[in-house]
């Protein structure tokens, strides 16, 4: 017996050690192995790096050709002097793997739908939405459009191995600290990889659609109704290319429409209804309005802020090209930037260049559907999805000539609610492209001609093209692949069995929207429509709402003696066209006797307001609920119905009806026996803003300030807790210049004096590197608050003095 005890003894003597470290070393859930990641060697300690660095290092890198220089300054930024093409975006992958490689994989893998392989079964249905929306089937064709260019295949390939040489250096301590929390390890680089990044802007920027919304909205109401609550151009707009240009070319014929509309209501989709959000600004002024004589070139691009950016600053100097600018890290070349000779920015177009086409099969195997009178045979693409775990899941996506039949039953995922059940998916991101020569050309552009030659190589997403040169040029381009549509086509659901629906050839690219030195001296984009309704193409029905490009355009009409610095200030304008156009009808109509003493301290706050979001200010909490709730009021008995998905009227059409319309049909709540009126509704929704900001923030005071209410911040682009950044207590709002919200906003400010020596200046909300523990993570997000720019220095050779170098690389073949 106590032999056998002793057994027993030595046997847990050495199974609970082991069990131990099984179970330290072991991911459970969200946790990462405990052991594994304390390690004092190769755990997280090692991610804390110090403000002391080497003044000059040297590396080995063998399939370089020539040696590589390269300084970066005081920020960390990067500045790249190769003596060819190859080495050139060889480092530039070195250098931004070596700062951002756990972001470039988790963006890839996210748009690829693999991120199942790292964080297991509960990731299933978001990578299944992104293999049903055909990501990696564009990625693959973007990838041969890319590959069929010697440029741009040297471009790619060269960027790829500079990623690689830098994963392949890498030993477990020196990880980023996200791989050591999740549990898994960086694969090789893939020019694939190159692609889905671009797929992913793509998506993010031109993935809308409100043609599910229209159609049930087109079925309940009728088409009088629609046209009237949603006309094809707004009721106030101020364009991008200015009203009363003429159009120097002969148009194509337009496609013509069916000769009926099938409508196809889809009541059992669940959507989620349009928030307005990702926008951008940017602007060009010519010498005659600046006080150096030269043109000042103005970009702030609107996306979701996060840790790290999505951004990353760099310099590249080769033969043949000199430029500064920010990158997207995963992609080579400069994105945003400026050279010697010119600069150029972009904002979203917001296009349409995506229709969903419900599809009528011949049976459920979906193996045939009708198309021009005929059965027409799908094909079909397996998606195997591994999932850490567990077992492959093989998915079969059915594909028509339009493209992905997404869904045909559809999961409990947030992403997926406005996709139509049965419909296929024809998307402007599933063509072959080649956007990598577009900012190969710009990159080395040195004038308008040049300018116009990169944007021909543009196909999506579509982007509003600023420019501005030392020739004293400005211009701006709505530019992409634009399909030849007949006027609407896309409002609506499509029927996919009609030919004349699918998109008829493409608008010349020579005929997109564009103008160059207009008289007014100024080019500007706020994501505001294209063009006046002269322009005999159709490129969208709507665009974002026009307050931003309005004021954007009456600040720069009035300005003279232009410098670099007021349009930096411009860029944190504040003032809200919106509370402007509204308040006036809608202050008068507030009941001051029947408001409590909160209510009318509030009421006499809004009415002195100057319309300004300035963090302090306390009206801008009250006006933008205030307004939040009078919307609902007057929208929600009408357009919220169950199992029967709608959007609301644009803003524009809802102050249009405020401010013209007291007595419209549409303020009545359908589902009371009362008479509603806007002046019922405005006093409610008022009230309603008070008690609830009183409920949330106490007694009306300091802690109702718009920076409180709003509490902008940067998290971190995983949303692990304490890698964000703490509430920044700032202004602006999604509608002024400054267009802010909580998590969304400028993402890099930039700002270009042209001249003989070009001066440019920029911050983005963040830092250059990806590592939590890194003094340069988030270092720029207090200068960007503050609405203050760095100087970006374009040097000129490796000891230009321009800059003080914090360090020195040198990568050497041998």
């Not at 308040?583 to 100057?610: C, I, S, Y």
Request: charged content about 20%.
């Amino acid at each position: 017996m106590i032999q056998q005890m002793n057994k027993v003894k030595a046997f847990l003597c050495l199974a609970v050690p082991v069990l131990l470290i099984y179970g330290f070393n072991t991911k459970f859930g969200d946790l990462p192995p405990i052991l594994k990641f304390l390690n004092p060697y190769d755990g997280f300690w090692q991610n804390a790096e110090s403000i002391k660095i080497k003044p000059e290092q040297k590396i080995v890198l063998k399939n370089t050709n020539a040696d590589v220089e390269i300084i970066f300054d005081d920020r960390m930024i990067p500045h790249v002097f190769a003596s060819n093409d190859y080495d050139l975006y060889y480092a530039q992958g070195y250098v931004t793997a070596m700062h951002r490689l756990w972001q470039m994989d988790f963006q890839t893998r996210y748009a690829a739908g693999r991120l199942s392989e790292v964080v297991g079964k509960k990731a299933i249905e978001l990578d299944r939405y992104q293999r049903r929306l055909g990501m990696v089937y564009g990625a693959e064709n973007s990838l041969s459009g890319m590959m069929e260019d010697p440029t741009s295949k040297k471009m790619v390939l060269a960027y790829t191995a500079g990623i690689n040489a830098y994963i392949h250096s890498l030993s477990q301590k020196d990880l980023p600290i996200e791989y050591k929390i999740l549990d898994f390890k960086p694969e090789d680089w893939t020019p694939l990889k190159c692609a889905l990044l671009l797929k992913q802007m793509s998506a993010v920027l031109a993935m809308g659609s409100d043609e599910f919304y229209m159609t049930n909205i087109l079925n309940k109401f009728g088409p009088e109704v629609t046209a009237n609550l949603f006309p094809d151009y707004p009721l106030k707009e101020d364009p991008i290319i200015p009203k009363g240009t003429t159009w120097d070319f002969e148009p194509l014929p337009v496609p013509l429409p069916p000769g009926t509309f099938n409508q196809m209501a889809n009541s059992s989709i669940k959507t989620t209804r349009r928030v307005e959000g990702i926008g951008s600004n940017n602007w060009a002024v010519s010498g005659e309005k600046t006080q150096s004589g030269k043109p000042i070139l103005a970009n702030d691009p609107h996306l979701n802020l996060t840790l790290p950016s999505i951004w990353y600053q760099i310099q590249l100097h080769a033969p043949g090209v000199n430029v500064y600018g920010v990158s997207l890290p995963g992609a080579p070349g400069v994105i945003i930037g400026f050279n010697q000779r010119i600069a150029w920015g972009v904002t979203n177009v917001a296009a349409d260049i995506l229709d969903y086409y419900q599809i009528k099969f011949k049976d459920d195997s979906h193996k045939q559907y009708w198309y021009n009178n005929g059965w027409k045979n799908t094909s079909s693409r397996v998606e195997k999805i591994q999932i850490r775990g567990e077992q492959t899941l093989a998915d079969t996506v059915v594909y028509t000539h339009h493209g992905p039949v997404v869904y045909f039953q559809k999961p409990d995922l947030s992403l997926a609610k406005p996709v139509p059940v049965g419909n296929a998916l024809r998307w402007i991101a599933h063509d072959q492209s080649n956007e990598l020569m577009t900012f190969y050309r710009l990159n080395r552009g040195a004038n308008y001609a040049d300018y116009r030659k990169a944007l021909t190589f543009y196909t999506a997403p579509a982007q509003n093209f600023i420019f501005a040169s030392a020739d004293n040029d400005i211009a701006i381009t709505a530019n992409g692949k634009f399909p030849l549509k007949y006027k609407n086509q896309g409002k609506f659901i499509l029927d996919g069995s009609d030919q004349q629906n699918d998109w008829q050839g493409w608008i010349p690219a020579a005929q997109n929207p564009t103008v160059k030195n207009p008289p007014r001296h100024f080019v500007s984009s706020a994501n505001q429509s294209s063009t006046d309704p002269s322009y005999p193409y159709y490129i969208n029905w709507e665009f974002a709402p026009y307050e931003r490009g309005k004021r954007i355009n009456d600040k720069l009409s009035m300005m003279k003696n232009i410098t670099a610095d007021s349009m930096r200030v411009m860029q944190s304008d504040a003032y809200g066209v919106f509370p402007e156009n509204v308040l006036p009808t809608l202050l008068p109509l507030l009941d001051r006797g029947n408001l409590n003493a909160t209510q009318k301290e509030a009421f006499q706050t809004v009415q002195k307001w100057n319309y300004h979001y300035n963090a302090t200010e306390i009206a801008p909490g009250i006006f933008d609920l205030w307004m939040d709730q009078l919307n609902k009021l007057i929208w929600d008995d009408e357009f919220e119905v169950d199992k029967v998905p709608m959007r609301k009227p644009s803003r524009d059409r809802t102050v249009q009806m405020i401010t013209k319309e007291p007595d419209a049909k549409w303020f009545d709540n359908v589902n009371t026996p009362e008479q509603e009126t806007l002046k019922a509704l405005a006093n409610a929704s008022f009230k309603f803003a008070c008690d609830s900001l009183e409920r949330k923030f106490g007694v009306i005071g300091k802690h109702w300030s718009w920076a409180n209410v709003k509490r902008s911040h940067v998290p971190h682009l995983a949303a692990i807790p304490g890698f964000g950044s703490k509430t920044l207590m700032i202004g602006g709002s999604k509608s002024t210049i400054n267009a802010l919200s909580e998590s969304n906003g400028p993402s890099w400010r930039m700002v270009v004096e042209l001249g003989d020596t070009p001066k440019g200046h920029g911050v983005f909300p963040g830092g250059q590197s990806g590592n939590p523990g890194s003094p340069f993570y988030d270092n720029m997000i207090n200068t960007w608050a503050e609405g203050k720019l760095y100087d970006l220095f374009l040097l000129k050779t490796v000891n230009d003095a321009s800059v003080k170098p914090l360090t020195r690389l040198k990568i050497s073949k041998k």
